[in-house]
């Protein structure tokens, strides 16, 4: 089992910067896989970005690459995900989920594991 506890989603004006943070707790780390997905009102949760917890490597969506930037700070135990330029568009429920494994997924149902999502608003 992973325990996963979001937290720094608020309003902020658009080009503004965000970072929210996701903290997993439970099974080892090895082969964790943290994600973070997101969901507009009347859209279907999506991909954002992943982090491979022991390898450092990650995998992002085109919508945010070269926006969004993922780190992991083992001392912490805790995934940020840094979000800079943001715009209207990002406006959703965030969710960080985990999963364990070494090939990426981007499908929600790979990850059995999901926080209780955070609310990012961006006004323009």
């Known amino acids: 089992q992973v325990q996963l506890v979001e937290s720094g989603g608020r309003l902020v004006q658009a080009g503004g910067s965000l970072r929210l943070s996701c903290a997993p707790s439970g099974r080892t780390f090895n082969s964790l896989i943290i994600g973070w997905f997101r969901q507009a009102p009347g859209k279907e949760r999506e991909f954002v970005v992943a982090i491979a917890w022991s390898l450092r490597t990650t995998d992002y969506a085109d919508s945010v690459k070269g926006r969004f930037t993922i780190s992991r700070d083992t001392a912490n135990n805790t995934v940020y995900l840094q979000m800079n330029s943001l715009r209207s568009d990002d406006t959703a429920v965030y969710y960080c989920?985990?999963?364990?494994?070494?090939?990426?997924?981007?499908?929600?149902?790979?990850?059995?594991?999901w926080g209780q999502g955070t609310q990012v608003t961006v006004s323009s």
């Open positions: 989920a985990a999963r364990f494994g070494y090939n990426w997924s981007r499908k929600n149902d790979r990850y059995p594991y």
